[in-house]
């Protein structure tokens, strides 16, 4: 695949758990992304933008390679691949585990009882890291898909695997044991990227938009009226990110406040609020925070 558009070149699953979440957080960094439907390439019409669907096992390397520029591929692939490529961000989806996981009639106790046990994985790379660092010997059985049926078929005692809702391991009648590796998905890009200026630019400008998603994400817009005389007391409780405008309102008593607070944060003070004189709570999300 052969693309010299001057196009900055990003790889994105084609199909699997990151592909809709990865496309999301594009749409929101306002690319205008349509028809990806089982489609290898996609322009975005609205910025110097290719998107190419990919194996996400096969990301890193083609990112390395060049033949993308950037990608956007679970923390795991990446650090199983061992590609030698950039992390520029973590973006905070497609949160899961690599973990052991045994029959759910096994015990295992202590990482010291996986001691010459037969450990099926498609992660070869991560688990001997870690067996090694606790100092472990064990049998790797390297497999590439549907790993959860090995200790079924009697092919492994136990299975080091992503877990993401849990639903796989439960069908299999598995169930979790220690974690090895906590993944997220993270945006890399190629390791010569910086001597193309016009690429280069490229990239800040779109991890410009990705960083005033991700800090818009951790934030609420809150919208609230009070009277004056109450207005002391609650913006005492609300625990503004920057400080707070407050508006006067036509019924001269209430003033309008508003303020961007944490997203987690609203649920603990919304009785306080209330309490301290507060009415007509809005909450909104935010789309874009330019920091
Ligand atoms: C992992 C893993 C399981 C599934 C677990 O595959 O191999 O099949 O996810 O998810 P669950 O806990 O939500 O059921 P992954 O999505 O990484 O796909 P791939 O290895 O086929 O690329
Ligand atoms: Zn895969």
Same mark, same amino acid.
């Given at each position: 695949?052969?693309?010299?558009?001057?196009?900055?070149?990003?790889?994105?699953?084609?199909?699997?758990?990151?592909?809709?979440?990865?496309?999301?957080m594009?749409?929101d960094?306002?690319?205008?992304?349509?028809?990806?439907?089982?489609?290898?390439?996609?322009?975005?019409?609205?910025?110097?933008?290719?998107?190419?669907?990919?194996?996400?096992?096969?990301?890193?390397?083609? %990112?390395? &390679?060049?033949?993308? =520029? *950037?990608?956007?591929? $679970? !923390?795991?692939?990446?650090?199983? #691949?061992?590609? +030698?490529?950039?992390?520029?961000?973590?973006?905070g989806f497609?949160?899961?585990?690599?973990?052991?996981?045994?029959?759910?009639?096994?015990?295992?106790?202590?990482?010291?009882?996986?001691?010459?046990?037969?450990?099926?994985?498609?992660?070869?790379?991560?688990?001997?890291?870690?067996?090694?660092?606790?100092?472990?010997?064990?049998?790797?059985?390297?497999?590439?898909?549907?790993?959860?049926?090995?200790?079924?078929?009697? %092919?492994? &005692?136990?299975?080091? =695997? *992503?877990?993401?809702? $849990? !639903?796989?391991?439960?069908?299999? #009648?598995?169930? +979790?044991?220690?974690?090895?590796?906590?993944?997220?998905?993270?945006?890399?890009?190629?390791?010569?990227?910086?001597?193309?200026?016009?690429?280069?630019?490229?990239?800040?400008?779109?991890?410009?938009?990705?960083?005033?998603v991700l800090s818009a994400e951790k934030s609420?817009?809150?919208?609230?009226?009070?009277?004056?005389?109450?207005?002391?007391?609650?913006?005492?409780?609300?625990?503004?990110?920057?400080?707070?405008?407050?508006?006067?309102?036509?019924?001269?008593?209430?003033?309008?406040?508003?303020?961007?607070?944490?997203s987690? #944060?609203?649920?603990?003070?919304?009785?306080?609020?209330?309490?301290?004189?507060?009415?007509?709570?809005?909450?909104?999300p935010i789309?874009?925070m330019?920091?």
């Open positions: 695949m052969k693309l010299e558009n001057g196009n900055l070149k990003l790889a994105v699953q084609k199909k699997g758990r990151l592909t809709e979440k990865s496309l999301a594009l749409k960094c306002g690319f205008d992304i349509e028809n990806y439907n089982e489609r290898l390439l996609v322009t975005v019409k609205n910025f110097s933008l290719d998107i190419i669907f990919l194996r996400d096992d096969d990301i890193p390397e083609y %990112v390395q &390679d060049g033949v993308a =520029d *950037i990608g956007i591929v $679970g !923390n795991n692939v990446v650090q199983e #691949k061992g590609a +030698k490529i950039e992390i520029c961000r973590y973006l497609g949160k899961c585990n690599l973990l052991i996981a045994v029959p759910e009639s096994a015990e295992l106790n202590s990482v010291q009882e996986l001691k010459g046990k037969k450990i099926a994985t498609s992660y070869p790379v991560i688990l001997k890291k870690y067996l090694n660092e606790n100092n472990i010997e064990a049998n790797i059985i390297e497999i590439s898909g549907s790993v959860e049926i090995a200790p079924s078929l009697g %092919v492994a &005692d136990y299975i080091c =695997d *992503i877990v993401s809702t $849990g !639903n796989t391991l439960k069908s299999n #009648k598995l169930k +979790k044991s220690f974690p090895v590796f906590e993944s997220q998905a993270v945006l890399i890009s190629n390791n010569n990227l910086r001597n193309d200026e016009i690429k280069f630019d490229l990239l800040k400008s779109l991890l410009k938009r990705i960083d005033s609420n817009y809150l919208m609230l009226n009070t009277s004056q005389s109450s207005l002391n007391e609650v913006l005492k409780i609300i625990p503004a990110l920057k400080s707070p405008t407050i508006m006067p309102l036509a019924d001269g008593e209430m003033v309008a406040i508003h303020a961007v607070i944490s987690d #944060k609203f649920w603990s003070i919304e009785d306080k609020l209330k309490i301290a004189g507060a009415s007509g709570l809005l909450l909104l789309n874009n330019i920091v």
